[in-house]
């Protein structure tokens, strides 16, 4: 073969092994293939200028090169794709055993648990729990339970009123019961009373409560408590410390102390304020008792007899006791936690925490 096309196939195929990517590859073949001006095209050219006899040989060769050079282009061409292929899968990979993203799962509000526990301390007393409506009549949530309309008592429980568009509402106001949203768990007792007349009963009412309250760091105006409700023969103000006491023993521990001072609800008679000594110092005193030593754990007393019959019962041969206890602040006790709007801010940082 000729001397100049065994050194333009050497090269030719030594650069192209050289050539890595598409873009190299597409230069070589302007370079040697192309033709106008390709390294191949020119050795052509020179045929007309050799000897008449050395011309058949030269063409042959040169044909012979560009069909060798042809084919090892493609073949190059190939392998880089192939290649370009594999990295790109390497790259873009799944590997299959990595252990996949767990979903976050939630789990109980905090109050709800801590309901939970009262619920399961008062089972094993024989509570079950009652459920009362959230939005209740005037007359339930007061009237029935011995605060009339013009009783001072309402103070204690201001309220949100629910506003009726009904027809005719305006017209005749006595028409339609006035509701509000509940301001303590006590209506329930009511209900609970004039369905199991004259069963005797043992029930917690746990729910939400409102208020019109200035929201501060330690009242909001929606929080929980839980109503406990006992009615029947000969029953005491002793059943109730007795009951108020093994609740503190289960909740916090044996060896806790209860007192109990007078108070006033108008739905019992006579009533009072159950304290416990302070968990956190041992009643030696902390500013969470304020130095007391104490900490107040629900209002209570015996159902007046007003309430009694109207539930259904004849204050004559039954009677009963109440009491009424609040979920959260137990709660901020325990944990330390400075402000209740955090129990419905819905911050999962405060609520993971429980
Ligand atoms: N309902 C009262 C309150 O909200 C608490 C209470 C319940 C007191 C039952 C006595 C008996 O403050």
Same mark, same amino acid.
């Given at each position: 073969m000729h001397e100049s096309l065994v050194q333009l196939r050497d090269d030719a195929l030594a650069d192209l092994a050289a050539a890595a990517d598409a873009e190299a590859l597409e230069a070589w073949r302007v370079r040697y293939?192309?033709?106008?001006?390709?390294a191949l095209t020119t050795a052509m050219s020179i045929l007309g200028s050799l000897p008449r006899e050395e011309r058949p040989a030269y063409g042959a060769a040169a044909n012979e090169v560009k069909a060798a050079l042809e084919a090892a282009f493609d073949a190059r061409q190939a392998a880089l794709k192939d290649a370009a292929l594999a990295a790109e899968l390497a790259a873009g990979a799944?590997?299959?055993t990595l252990p996949g993203r767990p979903p976050s799962i939630g789990h109980l509000h905090v109050t709800t648990q801590n309901l939970r526990q009262l619920y399961a301390v008062f089972a094993g007393m024989g509570f079950e729990v009652y459920d009362g409506p959230d939005v209740e009549t005037d007359e339930y949530n007061f009237g029935l339970l011995?605060? &009339?309309?013009?009783?001072?008592?309402?103070d204690m429980w201001d309220t949100f009123w629910v506003s009726q568009n009904k027809p005719g509402f305006s017209e005749k106001p006595g028409l339609f019961p006035k509701l509000v949203?509940?301001?303590?768990?006590?209506p329930g007792q009511i209900r609970a009373m004039r369905e199991r007349c004259p069963e005797p009963i043992r029930v917690v009412l746990p729910g939400k409560c409102y208020r019109y309250e200035q929201i501060t760091m330690r009242s909001e105006h929606q929080f929980y408590q839980m109503e406990g409700l006992a009615v029947g023969k000969g029953i005491r103000m002793t059943d109730l410390i007795g009951t108020l006491r093994e609740f503190a023993r289960q909740m916090y521990g044996s060896g806790r102390k209860l007192r109990v001072r007078g108070s006033y609800f &108008?739905?019992?008679?006579p009533s009072i304020e159950a304290d416990m000594d302070c968990v956190l110092c041992d009643g030696k005193g902390c500013p969470v008792c304020k130095y007391t030593g104490w900490l107040e754990i629900a209002g209570a007393g015996m159902v007046h007899p007003v309430v009694l019959r109207n539930g259904g019962y004849d204050p004559d041969v039954y009677s009963g006791f109440a009491f009424g206890m609040g979920v959260e602040r137990p709660t901020m006790l325990k944990y330390s936690v400075?402000?209740?709007r955090y129990f419905y801010g819905n911050d999962l940082r405060f609520l993971g925490q429980f």
């Open positions: 293939l192309s033709r106008k001006g390709g799944v590997d299959v011995n605060i &009339p309309a013009y009783h001072p008592a309402r949203m509940r301001t303590h768990t006590s &108008p739905f019992t008679e400075k402000d209740i």
